[in-house]
């Protein structure tokens, strides 16, 4: 059973850098064939996705987010990681890490963590 947590900081303020960390177990992140997508869904709007790094370490950006986002991984620790820069108060979202199937469908998700953007 593939298990994904989130962890990070529940509050930011404006201007700073918002670093999510997704932590893998029950499964390898660099096993072939899966994306490891973030996801966000601010207040009363729709899911978003953000960008994902697919097995072999390749990373996609949403076109919207490309100039505040940057995703990386740590393999020794099964880890991937979402760093949003210069975030506002329309950042304020529950953000999700998700596994993808390749030309299928997402499979399992995190719990979703909570972050704010306020001073």
């Known amino acids: 059973q593939v298990q994904l947590q989130e962890s990070g900081p529940g509050l930011v303020k404006p201007s700073q850098t918002l670093s999510l960390t997704c932590t893998v177990s029950g499964g390898s992140i660099t096993t072939n064939n899966y994306y490891w997508s973030w996801i966000r869904q601010p207040p009363g709007k729709g899911l978003e996705w953000m960008g994902a790094i697919r097995y072999s370490g390749t990373t996609y950006v949403s076109p919207s987010l490309k100039s505040r986002t940057s995703i990386s991984r740590d393999t020794s620790k099964n880890q991937y990681t979402l760093q949003l820069s210069s975030v506002t108060p329309e950042d304020t979202a529950v953000y999700y890490c998700?596994?993808?199937?390749?030309?299928?469908?997402?499979?399992?998700w995190g719990q979703g963590t909570q972050v704010t953007v306020a001073s």
């Open positions: 998700a596994r993808v199937v390749i030309y299928s469908d997402y499979d399992y």
